[in-house]
């Protein structure tokens, strides 16, 4: 899977901000997931926790938020919510949505001391 | 690298050379740089040796709301950008191993019979297999080896790209076909600066194959059936196929193809037409 090249990103974008703020190491890290992202949130928490090692996030806490998904029902024409990609709407039971929300892969924040 | 399944970086070459990473430039371990020197300053600075504690919250928290992916969405705009520059039309061709992506390119560079210089971008795990199936068709091509890495992500892009044009071989007005790591999973989420993806999906699988991997087919613009000439043998249902297609991509166009046959070229060289007019348009 691809989730060690997107935990790097996490201790790169942590790093770097940690740096930035002149902070000795990080203690928490705070992601958020969308329902429609392309990786596994626990696969995603573990590889976190491996590539911290010998960094500033060495030990730190990484906490996964699952964001809910969102679509745009073009035949009942309103945002619904969308638990997985290839269901209908729960509304109308058709399946021309546009996606909406549900993509997101984020930092959120990061506590430093 | 990754324990539980091997990806990672580390082994990633680009017609058998290892390009440098700069992040890799500075550790000790060729790895991640090792804690701050700002730690052992701030020690030192101290009075008695003593670190200080000043007034302020020992734990702050700092919002960031970055991309995880930004870095390599940025380096896929620069890829994009310089694309554009010189009018070249870029695919990216997804799919699972076997579906048949070299064959369909081979067959494609023949038939497209030079209406623009083609150009190929290959990424597999190992071995330069099939950038040497391309080069003996007279098309250049780079071969991207991942080592253990399960995708091509925009920096291994931007080298075969930068390899490609020290070669004199990434020509104004062209179409480059960028021929990603066989699997129908992590590519998806890593754009390389492409115009579309494309999936190829091939009918010896199953056709709940949109299904069962949604993220692949929903990112991709075009879906190729391809190897329909083995239809009559196989139990796979073509409208289904397409329908599970549109459940994850609305309105999703396919193109149903065998490169034995030659059945579908016509309509795969006229949709990669109308791509080149419109890049070198735009």
């Known amino acids: 899977m691809h989730e060690l090249s997107l935990a790097e990103n996490v201790i790169r974008i942590a790093e770097t901000a940690a740096r930035n703020a002149a902070a000795a190491r990080v203690t928490r890290v705070r992601l958020a997931v969308g329902a429609f992202a392309h990786v596994d949130p626990d696969t995603l928490q573990f590889c976190c926790e491996l590539a911290a090692r010998q960094t500033l996030l060495d030990g730190a806490e990484f906490l996964v938020e699952r964001t809910p998904g969102q679509a745009f029902c073009i035949d009942c024409k309103q945002d619904v919510a969308l638990e997985r990609i290839g269901f209908p709407c729960p509304q109308c039971g058709g399946f021309d949505l546009r996606v909406t929300a549900g993509d997101e892969m984020q930092v959120l924040d990061i506590a430093v001391m | 690298m990754c324990t539980t399944c091997g990806c990672g970086h580390g082994e990633t070459t680009i017609n058998g050379i290892a390009p440098v990473r ?43 709301e970055h991309d995880i992916l930004a870095s390599n969405d940025a380096l896929a705009e620069v890829n994009r950008r310089q694309l554009a520059q010189q009018g070249i039309f870029a695919l990216n061709l997804v799919s699972s ?8 390119l081979v067959e494609t560079i023949q038939r497209w019979a030079r209406q623009t210089p083609v150009a190929v971008v290959e990424g597999d795990q190992q071995t330069a297999n099939d950038a040497e199936r391309i080069r003996a068709t007279g098309a250049p091509a780079v071969q991207i080896n991942t080592g253990k890495g399960c995708h091509l992500d925009a920096h291994m892009v931007a080298g075969a790209l930068a390899t490609l044009r020290a070669e004199h071989a990434l020509q104004d007005n062209s179409l480059l076909l960028i021929e990603n790591v066989g699997n129908l999973v992590c590519p998806a989420a890593f754009d390389l600066g492409e115009a579309h993806k494309v999936a190829i999906l091939s009918v010896t699988e199953g056709e709940d194959k949109p ?25 796979f249902d073509v409208d289904a196929a397409i329908r599970m297609a549109r459940q994850v991509r609305p309105g999703l166009e396919v ?17 990669l ?9 735009g």
């Open chain 2, 22 to 64: 700069k992040r890799h430039a500075s550790g000790p371990l060729g790895a991640y740089r090792r804690l701050e020197q700002g730690a052992a300053h701030a020690a030192e600075a101290a009075p008695l040796g003593a670190v200080h504690a000043p007034e302020v919250d020992p734990e702050r928290t700092l919002r960031l």
């Open chain 2, 97 to 104: 191993p076997g579906s048949g992506k070299t064959t369909l």
């Open chain 2, 211 to 235: 299904l069962k991997y949604p993220d692949m087919f929903r990112a991709a613009d075009l879906l190729i059936l391809s190897k329909i000439d083995l239809l009559p043998y196989l139990d």
């Open chain 2, 255 to 271: 193109i149903r193809l065998s490169t034995r046959s030659g059945e579908g070229f016509d309509d795969w060289l006229a949709w």
């Open chain 2, 273 to 281: 037409a109308a791509g080149c007019a419109k890049a070198q348009r």
